[in-house]
């Protein structure tokens, strides 16, 4: 799979907003779910907000009220309205993407597997 960023991180001064987008593809049979990551650095890798079928984001708690995610499944593309960055904010962030990915189709055989996927990450930076 591949991720295309439309929008790298950056630094940010502290209540400042950061936009990122993320678009999946590569034998893309159908997308479950799209969203990001984050690791902060000495801390574990964590949710920021994932979108699912039905257009249900599920935001962590130190997200909720400040960032905005919104997505379009059909055409495998997220974005992130980050406001009012915080340093603890500071991290890398992941493009993150669950997909039914083809690995055949020939004759009357289409095979698939259901996969979990993660870009390579762009690290976003808050000042105080």
């Known amino acids: 799979l591949m991720f295309t960023a439309g929008v790298w991180g950056g630094l940010v001064q502290a209540g400042g907003s950061l936009k990122l987008s993320c678009a999946a593809s590569?034998?893309?049979?159908?997308?479950?779910?799209m969203g990001w990551y984050r690791q902060a650095p000495g801390k574990e890798h964590q949710s920021v907000a994932i979108?699912?079928?039905?257009?249900?984001?599920d935001y962590s708690e130190f997200a909720k009220g400040r960032f905005t995610m919104s997505g379009d499944l059909s055409k495998n593309t997220v974005w992130l309205q980050m406001d009012s960055l915080k340093p603890e904010d500071t991290a890398v962030y992941f493009c993150?993407?669950?997909?039914?990915?083809?690995?055949?189709?020939?004759?009357?055989?289409?095979?698939?597997?259901?996969?979990?996927?993660w870009g390579e990450g762009t690290l976003v930076t808050v000042s105080s």
């Open positions: 993150y993407a669950d997909i039914s990915q083809i690995e055949s189709n020939y004759g009357d055989t289409l095979r698939y597997s259901d996969k979990e996927y």
């Open positions: 590569g034998n893309i049979l159908n997308t479950h779910r």
């Open positions: 979108v699912r079928n039905g257009g249900i984001i």
